[in-house]
C-alpha cells in the first residue's frame, strides 16, 4: 500500500507561485496515475489535475488550466504542482491521490485509493 506526503504549501500573494510536491514510499510509482485535488473549507474535494503513469498525458480542471502543471519523476517517487498566478478562490488544503486502475481523465475523488495527508495553500488577496 503506497504512501504518499505532500510538502510545499504555505500562504503567498494572489499572482504569486508555488510548487507542491507529493512523495510516494515505494519505489514503483510508475504504476500509479496520480491526482491532484483540493478542499476548501465547507466545500466538497474537488479535482483539480491529474498525470499519466509515464507523464505523457495530463488533465486539468478548467479552473486551474494555463496556470497549474502536473509533472512527475517516477525515479524520485514525486509528483509535482506547480501554482502559478495564484488567486485567492485557489485556497485550500491540496491533496495528492494515487491509484492504479483510473485514467488520467477520471475526477472524482472517490475513485482513487491512496491518499496524502493534504497540505495548506492560502492565498492572499
Known amino acids: 500500500q503506497v504512501q504518499l506526503a505532500e510538502s510545499g504549501g504555505g500562504l503567498v500573494q494572489a499572482g504569486g507561485s508555488l510548487r507542491l510536491s507529493c512523495t510516494a514510499s515505494e519505489r514503483t510509482l510508475s504504476r500509479y496515475v496520480m491526482g491532484w485535488f483540493r478542499q476548501a473549507p465547507g466545500k466538497e474535494r474537488e479535482f483539480v489535475s491529474s498525470?499519466?503513469?509515464?507523464?505523457?498525458?495530463?488533465h486539468y480542471a478548467d479552473s486551474v488550466k494555463g496556470r497549474f502543471t502536473i509533472s512527475r519523476d517516477n525515479a524520485k517517487n514525486t509528483v509535482y504542482l506547480q501554482m502559478n498566478s495564484l488567486k485567492p478562490e485557489d485556497t485550500a488544503v491540496y491533496y495528492c491521490?494515487?491509484?492504479?486502475?483510473?485514467?488520467?481523465?477520471?475526477?472524482?475523488?472517490?475513485?482513487?485509493?491512496?491518499w496524502g495527508q493534504g497540505t495548506q495553500v492560502t492565498v492572499s488577496s
Open positions: 491521490a494515487a491509484d492504479t486502475t483510473v485514467w488520467v481523465s477520471t475526477i472524482a475523488p472517490g475513485d482513487y485509493d491512496y
Open positions: 498525470i499519466s503513469r509515464s507523464g505523457g498525458s495530463t
